[in-house]
DNA sequence: GGAGCGATGTCCT
DNA sequence: GGACATCGCTCCG
């Protein structure tokens, strides 16, 4: 990735609104049995805590919920519906919880891989959805929850390879049933690859 | 192409 | 026991 930086823990330091724009643009890496899967990174929402009534860490600190009351910087993963896992990156200062869901990505590197994970070829449904876009990187609670994706050593990192995004658009967050009018999902404008 | 719905495991009440 | 930050299939038009 040329002249790409890794993100640094204190960009992750933020509010959640903050860093769920902040990462469209940005480039997802995987690393799987050795393989690099990239995709760059086009819908987020955000979740605060305390007065967020969608947000998981509402409830207070749980096992699951942990990471999200964590250091800023790392993954939180959770399943869904009996069946998909859900890609989040932990954000605010240790202590205070919060957390940006990573939605769906365009698929750069890896798409072999991808296709295979998830059971078909179309580009633009291998990493649309919180669900797709974790079956189509491998990725669960069991083996990357907790991860530092500011860590080299990661398998999961985030990389700012200096692409602006297009334009930004703002809408509320899809599939909950709580606080539905605020708008904290957050999308490049005119992506094939965004999910709804 | 869009609405409706079943699948299915985990967490919290 | 019920809710759940989803997906892909069916059925209808």
Request: charged share 25%; aromatic share 8%; proline share 6%.
């Amino acid at each position: 990735m040329g002249k790409a930086k890794l993100l640094p823990r204190r960009f992750y330091a933020e509010a959640p609104d903050v860093v769920a724009r902040g990462l469209l643009g940005k480039v997802l890496a995987r690393r799987l049995d050795g393989e690099w899967l990239t995709g760059r990174i086009v819908e987020t929402e955000a979740y605060f805590g305390k007065d967020d009534p969608a947000a998981h860490a509402y409830v207070g600190k749980t096992e699951r919920n942990a990471v999200l009351f964590g250091p800023p910087g790392h993954v939180y993963v959770y399943f869904i519906y009996g069946m998909h896992w859900c890609l989040n990156v932990s954000c605010e200062p240790d202590g205070t919880p919060g957390g940006v869901l990573i939605r769906a990505m365009e698929p750069l590197e890896g798409l072999e891989t991808m296709a295979r994970l998830r059971g078909t070829a179309n580009r633009k449904l291998l990493a649309a959805g919180p669900g797709r876009l974790c079956q189509a990187l491998g990725i669960t609670r069991k083996g990357q929850n907790g991860i530092d994706v500011t860590d080299r050593g990661s398998d999961v990192q985030i990389w700012d390879d200096r692409t602006k995004p297009g334009r930004i658009m703002t809408t509320p967050r899809i599939g909950i049933k709580k606080a539905v009018d605020r708008p904290h999902r957050y999308l490049i404008a005119g992506s094939g690859y965004v999910s709804g």
